[in-house]
């Protein structure tokens, strides 16, 4: 998995696939293999394949739920999942549903954002944003985060996410 992430991160999008592809093999039931999985697809064009690994994702992450209900974290990575589906309005009551749970977790807050991001509504993506940093989420990872590739440009988002001394 984390080879596939350099690989990723490199856009070496055919190597990260197959490591992620790797990684399943050996861990089937991890959703953010498959999630990973999804990106890496996406980004090769394989929107059909792309789909299938985010709803595998997705009924993972639900069957983590239905041993925990609670989990924040789990429900804002399905939420963020189904955002990357185009399902805006299920993932926004599942992130709203995580906050709810924990309004000051970094990453929970970092998943709604890029729900938003991934939505198009810039003002909501950069209000939670700054909420996300404020509670200890990276700006390195905020900015370098391709779900937030709609907003990379907003001059808001530029000081949000540059480095502090």
Known sequence: SNLGAIYHTQGDYDRAIVAYTSAIARAPDEPFLHRNLG???????????ATKAYDRAIVLGERMLSV???DARTMSFVALCDAKLGR????RRRAAEAMRLTATDGLVLHRAAAIEALADNLAAALDLSERAVSHGASRALIRDDEDFETIRKDPRFIRLTAEKP
């Open 39 to 49: 990106d890496a697809l996406r980004k090769k064009g394989d929107e059909p394949a």
């Open 88 to 91: 805006f309005e299920r993932a």
């Open 68 to 70: 925990n209900p609670k």
